[in-house]
C-alpha cells in the first residue's frame, strides 16, 4: 500500500517569508512528484512536478526530491497571502494513478 | 495543459436517486480518473475509467454502486446511483497522458449533498 504522509498544519507564515511544506512516501518504485494547490471550494491546480534527485525552480516555488530519503519539499519564497491554500503532494510510480497525501494548510499572514 | 470542463457543478440529491456527472476533455488524454474528496479530507480514487471498456475499480468502490462510462477519449461520466448521506462528497474528474511523467489535471469537481 502505498502511502504518501504531510503534517496536516496549518502552517502560519509571516508575508514575505519562506514557506516550508514536505512530503514522506513509501514506495521506493515511486517515479514522478506532484505539487497541486487546492483553494478551499475549489478543485486541485497542478504548480509544480518533480522526476530527478536535486531541486527545481519555477519562479517562487522551488520543489526538492530526494529519493534515498524518500522525500519532497515545495519551498515557496516571498510568501504572499494568496498563496494561502492546501498543498497537495502525489505521486505515482509509472503507469500508475496518482496517489495524494492529505495536504498541508498554509496560511500566509499579511 | 488540459481544460476539462465538468457538471454540474453542485446537485442537492434525495437519498434512494442516482445521479450522472459528466466531465469533457478539450484534448485527447489516455488517461481519465474520478476522484472524490471528503470534507477535509484529500483525494481518494475511485476509478479508472477506460475507453471502451469497462472502468478499473479502487478497493471499496463497485460498478454496481458508481457505473462509469467513457465512449470516447474525452468524454466520461460517474454516476452515483442509490445515493445516501454518506455520500455527501466532492466528486472530480481528472485527465491525463499516459507514461511515467504523467501530469494529471482535474475539473471544476461537483460538489454533491444528500439529504
Known amino acids: 500500500q502505498k502511502e504518501v504522509e504531510q503534517n496536516s498544519g496549518p502552517l502560519s507564515v509571516p508575508e514575505g517569508a519562506i514557506a516550508s511544506l514536505n512530503c514522506t512516501y513509501s514506495?521506493?518504485?515511486?517515479?514522478?512528484f506532484f505539487w497541486y494547490r487546492q483553494y478551499s471550494g475549489k478543485s486541485p491546480e497542478l504548480i509544480m512536478f518533480?522526476?530527478?534527485?536535486g531541486d527545481k525552480e519555477d519562479g517562487r516555488f522551488t520543489a526538492q526530491l530526494n529519493k534515498a530519503s524518500q522525500y519532497v519539499s515545495l519551498l515557496i519564497r516571498d510568501s504572499q497571502p494568496s498563496d494561502s491554500a492546501t498543498y497537495l503532494c502525489?505521486?505515482?510510480?509509472?503507469?500508475?494513478?496518482?496517489?495524494f497525501g492529505k495536504g498541508t494548510r498554509l496560511s500566509v499572514i499579511a | 495543459s488540459a481544460v476539462i470542463s465538468q457538471k454540474p457543478s453542485r446537485d442537492i440529491c434525495q437519498r434512494g436517486t442516482s445521479l450522472t456527472i459528466q466531465c469533457q476533455v478539450d484534448s485527447q488524454v489516455t488517461m481519465m480518473f474520478w476522484y472524490r474528496q471528503q470534507p477535509g479530507q484529500s483525494l481518494t480514487l475511485i476509478a479508472t475509467?477506460?475507453?471502451?471498456?469497462?472502468?478499473?475499480?479502487e478497493s471499496g468502490f463497485v460498478i454496481d454502486k458508481f457505473p462509469i462510462s467513457r465512449p470516447n477519449l474525452t468524454f466520461s461520466t460517474l454516476t452515483v446511483s442509490n445515493m445516501s448521506p454518506e455520500d455527501s462528497s466532492i466528486y472530480l474528474c481528472s485527465g491525463g497522458v499516459l507514461g511515467a511523467n504523467e501530469k494529471l489535471f482535474f475539473g471544476s469537481g461537483t460538489q454533491l449533498s444528500v439529504l
Open positions: 475509467a477506460n475507453q471502451g471498456s469497462e472502468a478499473t475499480y
Open positions: 518533480i522526476y530527478s534527485n
Open positions: 514506495d521506493r518504485g515511486s517515479q514522478s
Open positions: 502525489a505521486l505515482n510510480s509509472g503507469n500508475t494513478p496518482l496517489v
